[in-house]
């Protein structure tokens, strides 16, 4: 997590990456993909694409993007970026990051 941080260019920043490794986070969020598609071709214990926006251990925002023929969210990330986060918190009136 550390190496990715560090491409992404935000190391030492207030950003944190964490991983999930047995997908313990990922089931107790109900993000567990469980559209067939990646399993049939060998892809196991994949998370939705989402973000979650958490100030003082209380959560503010979810967003994930998947659709029915999507359900990676690959074809549209969109709610789940960086724009679209910031925009619904500013619209929540919860500015705190």
């Known amino acids: ?3 990715w941080a560090k491409d992404q260019g935000v190391a030492d920043s207030m950003v944190v990456f964490m991983g999930d490794p047995a997908a313990e986070f990922t089931k107790a969020c109900g993000m567990s993909m469980t559209h067939p ?5 060998g892809i196991i214990g994949r998370s939705k694409r989402w ?3 958490v100030v003082n251990n209380i959560v ?8 029915p023929d999507d359900p990676a969210g690959d074809d549209n990330p969109e709610s ?4 679209a986060l910031l ?4 619209a929540g009136g919860n500015d705190e990051l």
């Open 1 to 3: 997590m550390e190496a």
């Open 51 to 53: 973000a979650m926006h």
């Open 60 to 67: 503010q925002h979810v967003a994930i993007s998947e659709g």
């Open 87 to 90: 925009k619904a918190i500013a």
């Open 80 to 83: 789940t970026l960086c724009p």
């Open 37 to 41: 598609g990646p399993p049939s071709v």
